[in-house]
Nanobody, 123 residues
Framework: QVQLVESGGGLVQTGDSLRLSCAAS????????MAWFRQAPGKEREFVAA???????DYADSVKGRFTISRDNARNTLYLQMNSLKPEDTAVYFC?????????????????WGQGTQVTVSS
């Protein structure tokens, strides 16, 4: 069993930065691809960024150039550095661990999910 716990969310202003963390526990916590998804009020959960076991990354067009996903396998921790935040980035952010070593944008490929952390960007 793998448990994921997100932290680092909060209320910021347009243009500010935040760094989200996702602490993973469990025997194989860091041995698969991981990703961040987000869900804004009234919208479906959407892909934000993913990182493979080897460190290859993928980003949604809406965050490319502003967000950076990274992982520290020794610490079993996933990060999302978010810069130049916009009001449209307001959402609950979830980390997830994939069933595979390679990353994917498809939510069914992710078998473990955190509870989420709220990010609110004011204009």
């Amino acid at each position: 069993q793998v448990q994921l716990v997100e932290s680092g969310g909060g209320l910021v202003q347009t243009g500010d930065s935040l760094r989200l963390s996702c602490a993973a526990s469990g025997r194989t916590a860091s041995s698969r691809a991981m990703a961040w998804f987000r869900q804004a009020p009234g919208k479906e959960r959407e892909f934000v960024a993913a990182i493979s076991r080897s460190g290859g990354t993928d980003y949604a067009d809406s965050v490319k150039g502003r967000f950076t996903i990274s992982r520290d396998n020794a610490r079993n921790t996933l990060y999302l550095q978010m810069n130049s935040l916009k009001p449209e980035d307001t959402a609950v952010y979830f980390c997830a661990r994939a069933r595979t070593y390679y990353s994917s944008r498809a939510q069914p490929q992710y078998e473990y999910w955190g509870q989420g952390t709220q990010v609110t960007v004011s204009s």
